[in-house]
């Protein structure tokens, strides 16, 4: 069965410095893997996935993720945090031979000025 | 083109009572799911979908119903409200499997009382 784990469930940066939410996945064959943000009081929208094609995958709002499978990692940066990066992410997976989509426990990015 | 619409936002229920929640898509999208989001556990997945007529159990399927007699539609109900099912409900629909990703409605606030 497929599972994700994000480290620190929240995560303060000021704004303009270096974002970093941590994601390690668990598949025993090649994952897919997403990135969801939350605002408040809304649903999830997709920043971006990673399907196989490019290991380095831009987003939108100027988010990355790299999938790296020596380390079974899907990190999600962004160089300069902005104040409206504010809000809570959730990292997913799922594969080519299941039909759930699994999601982690989500990170909440708080930005001060 | 409304994506994944749920109603209600917000109901209250007191413990016993039933009621659906509604789910529809107009993207003719095959997969729809149902997962639950509470503090600190991320989203749950409740029951989900791969086409009408065709439903499965996901992480957490107890006290819920669902069918797909629709390809648009994905009601989810709860028979006999619990306490602990106060949480907020999100359906999410894909075109299938795998790196599709899924798109979110905005949610539904349930609280049981």
Redesign the interface.
């Known amino acids: 069965a497929q599972s994700v784990t994000?480290l620190g469930?929240h995560v303060s940066v000021s704004e303009g410095a270096l974002v970093l939410l941590r994601c390690n996945y668990s598949s025993s064959v090649p994952p897919?893997l997403?990135w969801?943000v939350q605002y408040p009081n809304?649903?999830?929208?997709?920043l971006l996935?990673y399907?196989?094609a490019a290991t380095l995958v831009k987003g939108i709002n100027g988010f990355e993720a790299e999938f790296k499978k020596s380390e079974t990692s899907f990190h999600l940066t962004k160089p300069s945090a902005h104040m409206s990066d504010a809000a809570e992410y959730?990292c997913a997976v799922?594969?080519?031979n299941?039909?759930?989509?699994?999601?982690?426990?989500?990170t909440r990015l708080q930005v001060f000025p | 083109n409304a994506g994944v619409t749920q109603t209600p936002k917000f109901q209250v229920l007191k413990t016993g009572q039933s009621m659906t929640l509604q789910c529809a898509q107009d993207m003719n999208h095959e997969y729809m799911s149902w997962y639950r989001q509470d503090p600190g556990m991320g989203l749950r997945l409740i029951h989900y979908s791969v086409g009408a007529g065709i439903t499965d159990q996901g992480e957490v399927p107890n006290g819920y119903n669902v069918s797909r007699s629709t390809t648009e539609d994905f009601p989810l109900r709860l028979l006999s409200a619990a306490p602990s099912q106060t949480s907020v409900y999100f359906c999410a629909s894909s075109y299938g499997r795998g790196y599709y990703g899924y798109t979110f409605g905005s949610g539904t606030r349930l609280t049981v009382v």
Do not use: M, N, R
């Open positions: 994000q469930s897919y997403f969801y809304q649903g999830l929208q997709l996935k399907t196989s959730f799922t594969t080519g299941t039909d759930k989509l699994i999601f982690g426990t989500g």
